[in-house]
């Protein structure tokens, strides 16, 4: 294995190592995995999506393993990559209708900037 394929390796279990990371902090933090919480399974969803990438590269540099030599892992990736389309779909739809739900809310209930609220000046003094 060359310098460069040792690196890809490495980079890829870090990221995914990362994201793993990520989401056990968030679940410990945040309950996402409850039904009423489509902000946490969005989140979630999209670290998943995340990973996708490193252990593509992690089965083709170790095992040699890629759509090319797989016809069974070239129809995953297929299935992964159409599948982006609908879960951004309802990331969005989530996201929206959060930002409606929200709408003239700042951070924990405080009035927006520029609304003569609390929440006119930066925690910093800006």
Do not use: C
Not at 34 to 57: E, K, M, Q
Not at 65 to 89: C, D, H, N
């Amino acid at each position: 294995m060359s310098a460069t394929e040792t690196m890809l390796v490495a980079g890829s279990f870090v990221a995914i190592l990362s994201v793993l990371q990520w989401i056990m902090v968030y679940s410990v933090l945040e309950p996402w995995w409850r039904r009423d919480n489509a902000v946490g399974h969005s989140l979630v969803l999209f670290a998943g999506f995340a990973i996708v990438t490193p252990v593509l590269f992690i089965l083709s540099l170790l095992f040699n393993l890629s759509r090319a030599t797989s016809q069974g892992l070239a129809y995953v990736e297929i299935v992964l990559l159409f599948s982006y389309g609908p879960a951004m779909a309802w990331r969005s739809r989530v996201w929206i209708k959060t930002s409606r739900r929200e709408r003239g809310q700042g951070p924990a209930g405080v009035a927006a900037a520029g609304s003569g609220g609390a929440g006119d000046s930066m925690p910093d003094g800006g």
